[in-house]
């Protein structure tokens, strides 16, 4: 069996995932095999694995980083928010319920054997494990059958290395006080704390190291400073997307609506990347620029739900009113289904069953279904014959009359749908834009002749192995791994 490690949190976001996927490149580039797993994740960011299935976008990084093709197995259970208190539970890849927080909090104890289990697969393939928990390991509230963190690491006998983010401020609260708040137990299972996102001069929080090493009793790695290139690489929570708004100074504008179950947004990383362009991810309440060049309808994990709030946000008629101007628009997986003419949900599959109108800019009907399709799909751009390598993961059929020009070809058979003017197009096909020749293609004078963005991620990806390399103890921190 391989050595193990988990990453917990004190809170969300203190950089667990970039921390596993850049150790995870620091242990291959150093000749071990290595495997990412996060027991339980909740994402509506996800990718398709080799086996069939889904698992959140971070562990698909973290397996690319470690040169492993993603499988179900890394991420065992991924919840995916469809309402506000609900969500599609996806276990070993596969859609097994639409469930309640409540109903999930109460049931999920029934899958740590199917976590163990996967678990246990991937231990006997590599040399070591790195496990990343998930949100905070201080939320006691939720520590009965808890899956995510110290329910899993208890069950497995997984070491901890506790995380805590300083750029955030309060570190030394935050980590001192996870301790005073946990079960002894679950304590005793943390081997070293880590001292994240620093920024400035690591000598000033000399003091506080040995501060929280003398306070906790366990060795206090760190600091580590602040990855700045982060952002080049894939994002998985929807904390991201505050960065979105913010984005490129570029002459071609990118006009993207902030949907409230927006789903697999990293299909827009590839476009941030593009000097020449902007893209602007447009917040509830504001309307959508008359200036945009090209309006993207992105993916959704609610489909009819996020109709409803894009025509609350006025936002439908800002997308005809570009349309009538002359303007492109483009949806993607659940913004392609938008842009038909209905959005047909007989089995309640999304929520209450019902029809809802779609914008009317493509003649294509969809009837959502209980089979969720995921495959891995090598597509051909019709209109400039270029390869797209992309994916497809949704519930639904789409048919009608544009589907006779289509957007793609897949093994010879047609994929999406462009308009009768040409202007309005919707396809299935996520992760489209990492492809430099179509991406240039689609963009046209907009897109840079030297980005190669696959191969910016790897650099990427090898940039902060080096910088985890530079600025922690990895010999020691293996040595806690048991």
């Known amino acids: 069996m ?21 150790l995870c490149r620091a242990l291959a580039n150093r000749g071990l095999s290595v495997a990412p797993f996060k027991p339980q994740n909740m994402s509506n960011n996800a990718a398709v694995t080799a086996d069939g299935g889904e698992i959140g976008r971070a562990q698909a990084l973290q397996a690319r980083a470690a040169r492993r093709d993603p499988v179900t197995a890394m991420n065992p ?9 609900g969500s599609q539970v996806v276990v070993r890849g596969q859609r097994r319920a639409s469930m309640s927080a409540r109903a999930y909090w109460q049931e999920r104890g029934t899958l740590l054997p199917e976590v163990l289990q996967a678990f246990s697969e991937l231990a006997a393939d590599v040399d070591v494990v ?51 708040v946990i079960d002894p137990a679950d304590a005793a299972l943390i081997r070293a704390t880590l001292i994240n996102k620093f920024q400035g001069d690591p000598a000033l929080f000399a003091d506080g190291t040995r501060f929280v090493a003398d306070r906790t009793g366990v060795p206090c790695f760190g600091p580590v400073p602040w990855f700045a290139d982060a952002a080049k690489l894939p994002a998985e929570d929807v904390l991201a997307l505050e960065f979105y708004a913010t984005n490129g100074t570029g002459g071609f504008t990118i006009a993207v609506p902030r949907l409230p179950r927006i789903a697999n947004f990293d299909d827009l990383d590839p476009l941030r990347a593009e000097p020449g362009v902007n893209v602007m991810l447009v917040e509830p309440g504001r309307p959508l620029p008359r200036d945009a060049d090209l309006v993207i309808l992105p993916g959704s994990k609610a489909t009819r739900g996020d109709l409803a ?18 303007g492109r628009v483009l949806g993607i997986c659940g913004g392609y289904q938008m842009l038909g003419r209905s959005i047909a949900d007989p089995d309640g599959i999304e929520g209450t069953p019902g029809t809802s109108a779609g914008l009317g800019l493509l003649d294509v009907d969809t009837v959502l279904t209980p089979v969720k399709q995921l495959r891995v799909e090598e597509a051909v751009h019709v209109a400039s014959g270029s390869a797209i390598s992309g994916y497809h993961m949704h519930m639904g059929v789409t048919d009608g009359t544009d589907r006779a020009r289509p957007f793609a070809h897949v093994a010879g058979a047609p994929e999406g749908a462009i308009s009768q003017d040409g202007r309005v197009a919707g396809t299935y096909l996520h992760g489209l834009f990492a492809a430099d020749a179509f991406r240039r293609a689609f963009l046209g004078n907009a897109a840079s002749p030297d980005l190669a963005y696959e191969t910016s991620i790897e650099q990427t990806l090898d940039a902060l192995a080096a910088h985890l390399e530079k600025h922690l103890d990895i010999d020691a921190l293996l040595r806690l791994a048991q």
């Open 2 to 22: 391989a050595k193990s490690l988990m990453f917990m949190g004190t809170g969300s976001d203190v950089g667990k995932s970039l921390l596993v996927a850049g």
């Open 130 to 180: 790195l496990v990343e928990g998930a949100g905070s390991a201080s939320e006691v509230n939720l520590r009965a059958n808890d899956l995510a963190n110290f329910g899993f690491a208890q069950a497995a006998g997984v070491p901890v290395i506790l995380v805590g983010d300083i750029h955030r401020g309060g570190v030394i609260a935050s980590v001192v006080g996870t301790f005073a």
């Open 77 to 85: 259970v991924l919840l995916k928010p469809e309402q506000e208190t």
């Open 309 to 326: 709030a894009l025509r609350a946000n006025g936002w439908d008629i800002d997308i005809s009113a570009h349309h009538r101007a002359g």
